[in-house]
C-alpha cells in the first residue's frame, strides 16, 4: 500500500509518531514511525496503518489528532471527509455551504474542525 501519484500533502499527529500524507491519486494513508530503531532500517513502518478514500479528485490538505481519534481529508472535489484514526472508518462527508474548495484544515485541541475555503 503506497500512493501511486504526488503526494501534495502531509499533516503529522500530537505523539510525533503517526502522519497522514494525502495525494493526487485521491487517497490518504496514514503511516507510523517505528518505536524501536533496530526494527527497522527505516525510520516509517512500511506497511500503511490504513489508505482513506472516497474522494474524486486530487487531496489538497489533510489534518490528524490523535488525541480524538479523527483524520480530515480535503480534496478539489469540494468535500471534506472524516475519518476515525484507529479504525480508519468513514464517519461523515462535509460540504462548504458556498460550493468552495477547502484549502487548509485544522483540528483543534477541543475538537473543532476548522476549514479555509476558496
Known amino acids: 500500500g503506497r500512493h501511486v501519484d504526488v503526494v501534495n500533502c502531509i499533516s503529522f499527529a500530537e505523539d510525533a509518531r503517526t502522519f497522514v500524507t494525502g495525494s493526487e491519486d485521491t487517497t490518504a494513508i496514514v503511516w507510523e514511525m ?16 490504513h489508505i482513506l478514500s472516497g ?13 480524538l481519534d479523527i483524520v480530515v481529508t480535503c480534496s478539489w472535489d469540494l468535500t471534506a471527509i472524516v ?11 462535509i460540504t462548504h455551504p458556498e460550493g468552495l474548495c477547502y484549502h487548509r484544515v485544522l483540528i483543534s485541541s477541543q475538537g473543532f474542525i476548522i476549514f479555509y475555503a476558496r
Do not use: E, N, Q, Y
Open 34 to 49: 517505528a518505536t524501536d530503531s533496530a526494527s527497522t532500517r527505516l525510520p516509517i513502518i512500511p506497511k500503511p496503518r
Open 83 to 93: 475519518h476515525t484514526l484507529r479504525r480508519g472508518r468513514f464517519v461523515r462527508t
Open 55 to 67: 474522494h474524486d479528485a486530487a487531496l489538497t490538505c489533510v489534518s490528524v489528532s490523535t488525541d
